[in-house]
């Protein structure tokens, strides 16, 4: 069953100038609700329960920057996470807080005017010097500046208001993957 771009969640069903049709964020473009979705389909609706929601920050990043998922940058973040944050209990909270805000500022990085030159800034202030120091195994220090950016994109965004419970049962294989809670 197919998806269509009025269930997307980066279809502005505000913002209705031409006809029927619709602003797209992601192709910032005005398209037809009735069109089947694209690669880049957000649902609109949620369901109930633990689930993917899309994209988390780096992968959206990425994404408006044309990289590859399997690029060298979140590969390596991806290992970084699954074989040493998940391997300390310290870090489970840094996790759970993740999937919360992730999924949030991903969708509104993707609404930013100037998407493109914001997500460069991201990979060279905070992405990149992410990614070297984890290669140097100076992992402290890389935690600390991922923590920086999201720090900075939650006051941007204005999202120290999200409240998450850390007493939720997820599975740790399904921390830090830009998962959503719904309820």
Known sequence: MANYCAECLLLDLNDNKWGNEYYCTKK???VDPKSVACNYFIPRKQETGYKRS?????TIICTILNQPDDCDLLTTLRHF????LKEKKEYLDLLLEYDYVGPIISKLLLQEPNMIQ???DLTNIFLLPCYYLIKT???DDAIAVYKNMVTALKIRYNLFDIHFNKTTNIPL????KGRIRTS
């Open 28 to 30: 910032r473009k005005y």
């Open 54 to 58: 899309g994209c988390y920050i780096t």
């Open 81 to 84: 996470r699954d074989n040493y």
């Open 118 to 120: 914001m997500a460069q």
């Open 137 to 139: 195994n100076n992992f």
């Open 173 to 176: 294989e399904e921390l830090g």
